[in-house]
């Protein structure tokens, strides 16, 4: 990636970019599939406690849910980089969308079982699968030149949105009803399907059938070959991996803090604040100078944050520290993402995106499982302190390893 690229046109505003009718409709259409998905999280996951009362049970969603991604991680990509990529969200969004209508009708008629909530699970996996990697290539046909940063920006928030209030939503939409949340999904799924139908992003390139560009397996070859992205994915990989604190929030709000479930939710909530608040400042200040030095710096920030959480007993520093490491994690986040798609061609994005998609949905599952054993093996606060260290270490460790991406200047 060249270290001082010019942008082909001025920047647009955050205000323009909203105005600009291709990615209005693309944020619209993703922020539905992201409240389906967080009340999703919600209405699936009481309902199974609810039939089998097991702990083992709850945890097996996320593994059912995840196991697509690992499976069809190639393939997916591949689907993204061969076909029109709003018709491939469009198909994902009505498969999602016939989920819920199923889910709705067998919760409604009282013929739920944990196995068909299981293969539910299962078909809304392998539609996420494909949606993300294909989303996130479709960004870059949409975003006016020179203000991908700036729509990176604005589309994460609108994301922390929806992971600030989906929950909300899906609980309350239980609470009246178990079937009106999964009614709810379909609705938003649907409205997101047509609202895709509207965008209309630039021309894509298709590598030539039969050629090495063409190859499934290319995004990886991409990827080795290219160290700025392989160290930004890598690095992603680990710092996720040993700074995955919201593991040990329940252990916190209990028994360090004495917060309670109340004190539990704002814990929870506070990373996400922290983001949006951050994607605010950045959808109105892009970073143009230094970019890959800022990213390593935020990385340390998420790490140093990590650490005065762990060492915290005022509930205050607490929910201070959870907001500057979400804040720190989208300056990283919105850097990490803008260099991927950057650095890629445009007939690759689709098989790099879904390494890359692969790689945070297992840092965030592996993340879970190390802060669990960690805090198993040593107690929650030790465990949590080392997660941050090893993220500061992490961060100094790939400088050093990766200096090209150390002195990339600028993203576009």
Request: glycine share 8%.
């Amino acid at each position: 990636m060249p270290e001082q690229p010019v942008a082909a046109n001025r920047p647009v505003t955050a205000g323009e970019l909203l105005r600009h009718p291709a990615f209005l409709f693309f944020l619209l259409s993703r922020s539905l599939s992201r409240f389906s998905s967080q009340i999703a999280a919600v209405a699936i996951g009481w309902q199974i406690y609810d039939l089998t009362g097991s702990a083992f049970d709850l945890g097996m969603v996320g593994l059912v849910q995840f196991a697509p991604t690992a499976l069809l991680v190639f393939v997916a990509g591949h689907a993204a980089d061969r076909f029109e990529r709003k018709r491939v969200v469009q198909l994902c969004q009505l498969v999602e969308a016939a989920t819920a209508l199923y889910l709705a009708l067998i919760t409604y008629l009282g013929a739920v079982s944990e196995v068909q909530i299981f293969v539910a699970t299962f078909m809304l996996g392998i539609a996420g699968a494909f949606e993300s990697p294909t989303t996130a290539a479709l960004l870059p046909l949409i975003a006016p030149q020179g203000s991908l940063q700036r729509a990176t920006a604005v589309s994460s928030g609108a994301a922390q949105v929806a992971t600030i209030t989906g929950p909300a939503l899906g609980g309350l939409a239980y609470a009246i009803a178990p079937h009106l949340a999964y009614a709810v999904m379909l609705l938003f799924w649907i409205l997101g399907m047509i609202l895709t139908g509207f965008i209309q992003p630039r021309p894509q390139a298709v590598a030539k059938e039969g050629t090495d560009e063409d190859n499934i397996f290319a995004g990886v070859r991409f990827i080795r070959q290219s160290p700025a992205i392989l160290g930004t994915i890598s690095l992603d990989l680990f710092a996720v991996l040993f700074g995955g604190v919201t593991a040990l929030l329940p252990i916190y709000a209990r028994d360090i803090l004495q917060a309670g479930p109340v004190g539990l939710g704002v814990l929870r909530a506070a990373p996400a604040v922290g983001a949006l608040l951050m994607t605010t400042v950045l959808a109105r200040h892009a970073i143009t100078r230094h970019v890959g030095l800022r990213m390593f710096q935020a990385v340390i920030v998420f790490g140093l944050a990590t650490i005065v959480f762990a060492l915290s007993s005022w509930m205050w520093l607490s929910v201070l520290s959870l907001a500057i490491l979400g804040a720190a994690d989208t300056i990283s986040v919105v850097i990490r993402f803008s260099l991927v798609q950057l650095s890629t061609p445009d007939e690759m994005r689709g098989r790099v995106g879904a390494v890359n998609f692969l790689f945070i949905n297992a840092s965030n599952q592996l993340g879970q499982f190390e802060s669990g054993l960690t805090a198993a093996l040593f107690g929650a606060m030790p465990a949590a302190v080392l997660g941050g260290v090893c993220t500061v270490a992490v961060a100094l460790l790939w400088m050093k390893l990766f200096p090209s991406l150390r002195q990339v200047e600028s993203l576009e």
